[in-house]
Structures are given as structure tokens and as C-alpha cells.
T-cell receptor, first 117, second 114 residues
Framework: AQKVTQAQTEISVVEKEDVTLDCVYE???????LFWYKQPPSGELVFLIR??????QNEISGRYSWNFQKSTSSFNFTITASQVVDSAVYFCALSEAYTGTASKLTFGTGTRLQVTL | DTEVTQTPKHLVMGMTNKKSLKCEQHMGHRAMYWYKQKAKKPPELMFVYSYEKLSINESVPSRFSPECPNSSLLNLHLHALQPEDSALYLC?????????????FGQGTRLTVV
């Protein structure tokens, strides 16, 4: 069975601070995919990144960066110089790699990030 | 255009009503999904359609009935719902039907059952 754990329920930071959101996953599959989604108050889930299990390169996109470590089953997300617009709930998710399962995502419980001025 | 459009945005219905949620995408995506999200919880998968055919039903009660009339449209028909079915219903689509493909979500329909 697959499982995603986001131990941080809520995080509050002041604007311009860096913040890291933790994600730990469990799976028996050797091939799998990891995702991060952002959910602002409007409700829409916004896709941020996808990583497959064979690609452990870290990724940077503007103020966002992701650290994938297979050895610790972690896929952490860092926001550098946070802004008020980053306030949202962030979900880490895991997906199988089999045909027909499409985006059958197992989500973590989410981390609510509050960025204040 | 990377948009998934859901209507209505808000819906209040009685337990004896019949209503439908609608979802539309024009990205040529081959898979479409319904997820249910209770307050302060993560989304939970309900149904997956691949190439307009139902491929996954996560043991959803029959009072929820999905329909995929064509490759761009996905409906969720609701009948005899319970108050505990009140939630945000999210539609999503993805380019491929293989596991691990990124899904794009609509803004959801906030359903209240009274």
C-alpha cells in the first residue's frame, strides 16, 4: 500500500523567509511518481512538479526548489524568499506507474502555509 | 489553454434532489477524473475515465453516477445524497492514461447537501 506523510500541518512565516515543506512516502513499487500541488483558497489544485523514481536530480524553478532523496524516501519542497501569494495548502502526492491507473494520486494530508507581512 | 472548467461553482441540494456536476476540458486529454475533498482533508479519488470508458471506480456509492458523453466532457450525476456527502468535488484531466501523468484540476464544485 502507498502512503504519503506530511508531518507539518501548518507553518507560519514572515514574508521573505525561506520555508521547507516536508514529504515522506512509502511504496513497494520500484517505479513511481511524486508530485507537489498547491491549493489556494479558490480551491483549484495547481500542479507544481512531477518527479519519477529514477530521477533524483534536484530541481529549481524560480523561488521553488525540490529535494528528492530515495534513500530516505523524502521529496521536500523549499520556497525561497516567501511571498504572501505563496499562502496556500500544499499537497505532496504519489502515483503508481502502471498503464490504466492514470493519475490515481495518493495525497498526503497537506501543509497549510501562511505567509504574513 | 490548460483549463479544466467545472460548473456550477456552488450547489445546495436537498436529500431528495437530483443534480449534475459538469466538467469540460479542451486540451485533448485522454483521461478524466472525479475527486472528492472534505474540509481540511486531501482529495480522494472517486472515478477515472480513460478514453471515455470508466477504468477505475473507488467503491463509490451508487448515489454518485459518472458519465463521460465525449472526450471533452465529464458529468457526475447526484441522487439521494446524504449531508455527509457535502464536500468540494474536483474534476481533473491528464494527457495520458499511464500512471504518473500530471493531472490538471478545475476549481471544483462546493456541494452542500441539506
Amino acid at each position: 500500500a502507498q502512503k504519503v506523510t506530511q508531518a507539518q500541518t501548518e507553518i507560519s512565516v514572515v514574508e521573505k523567509e525561506d520555508v521547507t515543506l516536508d514529504c515522506v512516502y512509502e511504496t513497494r513499487d520500484t517505479t513511481y511518481y511524486l508530485f507537489w500541488y498547491k491549493q489556494p483558497p479558490s480551491g483549484e489544485l495547481v500542479f507544481l512538479i512531477r518527479r519519477n523514481s529514477f530521477d533524483e536530480q534536484n530541481e529549481i524553478s524560480g523561488r521553488y526548489s525540490w529535494n528528492f532523496q530515495k534513500s530516505t524516501s523524502s521529496f521536500n519542497f523549499t520556497i525561497t524568499a516567501s511571498q504572501v501569494v505563496d499562502s496556500a495548502v500544499y499537497f505532496c502526492a504519489l502515483s503508481e506507474a502502471y498503464t490504466g491507473t492514470a493519475s490515481k494520486l495518493t495525497f498526503g494530508t497537506g501543509t497549510r502555509l501562511q505567509v504574513t507581512l | 489553454d490548460t483549463e479544466v472548467t467545472q460548473t456550477p461553482k456552488h450547489l445546495v441540494m436537498g436529500m431528495t434532489n437530483k443534480k449534475s456536476l459538469k466538467c469540460e476540458q479542451h486540451m485533448g486529454h485522454r483521461a478524466m477524473y472525479w475527486y472528492k475533498q472534505k474540509a481540511k482533508k486531501p482529495p480522494e479519488l472517486m472515478f477515472v475515465y480513460s478514453y471515455e470508458k470508466l477504468s477505475i471506480n473507488e467503491s463509490v456509492p451508487s448515489r454518485f453516477s459518472p458519465e463521460c458523453p465525449n472526450s471533452s466532457l465529464l458529468n457526475l450525476h447526484l441522487h439521494a445524497l446524504q449531508p455527509e456527502d457535502s464536500a468540494l468535488y474536483l474534476c481533473a484531466s491528464s494527457q495520458e492514461v499511464t500512471g504518473g501523468t500530471e493531472a490538471f484540476f478545475g476549481q471544483g464544485t462546493r456541494l452542500t447537501v441539506v
